[in-house]
Nanobody, 120 residues
Framework: QVQLVESGGGLVQAGGSLRLSCEASGSIVSIYDMGWNRQAPGKERELVASITRDGSTNYADSVKDRFTISRDNAKNTVYLQMTNLKSEDAAVYYC??????????????WGRGTQVTVSS
């Protein structure tokens, strides 16, 4: 079984910064891509950013040049550095990871989410 636990969410003023972290633990053999999605009230969950094991990144157009995704493979952890936050960035942020477990099965696992609130 694999668990993903996010941290770092909170309340920030518009223009401010936050850093989210997500650590994967449990029955892990390898982790392929990791990423962050978000869901605001009344909206569908959307991709924010993703990163492959070798560091290739992908961003939603709305966060390019403001957010930076990174990972530490030794710690099974992915980060999301968010700067110049806007009110439209407010959402629950979910971490995900494509994991091969010791059972040999490969699943995309999700965290429970961390709330980001942006005040104007």
């Amino acid at each position: 079984q694999v668990q993903l636990v996010e941290s770092g969410g909170g309340l920030v003023q518009a223009g401010g910064s936050l850093r989210l972290s997500c650590e994967a633990s449990g029955s892990i053999v390898s982790i392929y891509d990791m990423g962050w999605n978000r869901q605001a009230p009344g909206k569908e969950r959307e991709l924010v950013a993703s990163i492959t094991r070798d560091g290739s990144t992908n961003y939603a157009d709305s966060v390019k040049d403001r957010f930076t995704i990174s990972r530490d493979n030794a710690k099974n952890t992915v980060y999301l550095q968010m700067t110049n936050l806007k009110s439209e960035d407010a959402a629950v942020y979910y971490c995900n990871a494509l994991v091969t477990s010791r059972s040999g099965l490969r699943f995309r696992n999700w965290g429970r989410g961390t709330q980001v609130t942006v005040s104007s």
